[in-house]
């Protein structure tokens, strides 16, 4: 069975703050894909990037990085001197190889004070 | 151009009665899902259409509820004899194909009273 973990439930940093998300991952396939979205509080998921299980290498999108490790399970997010316009629930998910169903965490709410 | 819509934005129905919600997916995309999201949980996997055809319909959660997509564009949600336990937010998402990124729509709020 698969399962996406997200034990923080809400995260508060003040702005400029360095703030990372954990997401933990249970599959026994060897081909699988995650994923980070992000929800703003006006409601519509936005997608932020897709690993794929045979890609372990860390990524960067401008203040935004990944952090895959098979070894632990685990795809942490970090936002760098985060924003207030970074508050949002963000949420980790797991895709098998074909793609047919999703598995998300229970998301984590990420408040940045100014 | 126009993302994924769905409609009506809010439903609000009596237990026991019949409910539809459409989802409208982006121009092109092949690849339609259907998301259950409670109060302060992640999306919850429905159903995942490939074409016309449901490909997986593994997270229906029971025979009340049904989803087609007839001609491989709108697709509608249907769930018969409504529970208060029906209460959420159905998502809907598209893609272009299985393995490009999923866009999601804003969303239904059922209420059932």
């Known amino acids: 069975a698969q399962k996406v973990t997200q034990a923080q439930t809400e995260i508060s940093v003040v702005e400029k703050e360095d703030v990372t998300l954990d997401c933990v991952y249970e599959?026994?396939?060897?081909?699988?894909?995650l994923f980070w979205y992000k929800q703003p509080p006006s409601g519509e998921l936005v997608f932020l990037i897709r690993r794929n299980s045979f890609d372990e290498q860390n990524e960067i999108s401008g203040r935004y990085s990944w952090n895959f490790q098979k070894s632990t399970s685990s795809f942490n997010f970090t936002i760098t001197a985060s924003q207030v316009v970074d508050s949002a629930v963000y949420f980790c998910?797991?895709?098998?190889?074909?793609?047919?169903?999703?598995?998300f965490g229970s998301g984590t709410k990420l408040n940045v004070k100014p | 151009g126009a993302g994924v819509s769905q409609t009506p934005s809010n439903k609000v129905t009596e237990k026991g009665k019949y409910v539809e919600l459409r989802c409208d997916p982006i121009?092109?995309?092949?690849?339609l899902y259907w998301y259950r999201q409670s109060l302060g949980q992640g999306p919850e996997f429905l159903i995942y259409?490939?074409?016309?055809?449901?490909?997986?319909d593994s997270g229906l959660p029971n025979d009340r509820f049904f989803a087609v997509r007839p001609e491989g564009s709108v697709s509608t949600l249907k769930i018969q004899r409504t529970e208060r336990g029906d209460s959420a937010v159905y998502l809907c998402a598209s893609s272009l194909d299985i393995s490009y990124e999923q866009y999601f729509g804003p969303g239904t709020r059922l209420t059932v009273t």
């Open positions: 599959t026994r396939d060897t081909t699988y894909y």
């Open positions: 998910a797991l895709s098998l190889y074909n793609f047919n169903k999703f598995y």
């Open positions: 121009s092109g995309h092949t690849a």
């Open positions: 259409f490939q074409g016309t055809g449901a490909a997986d």
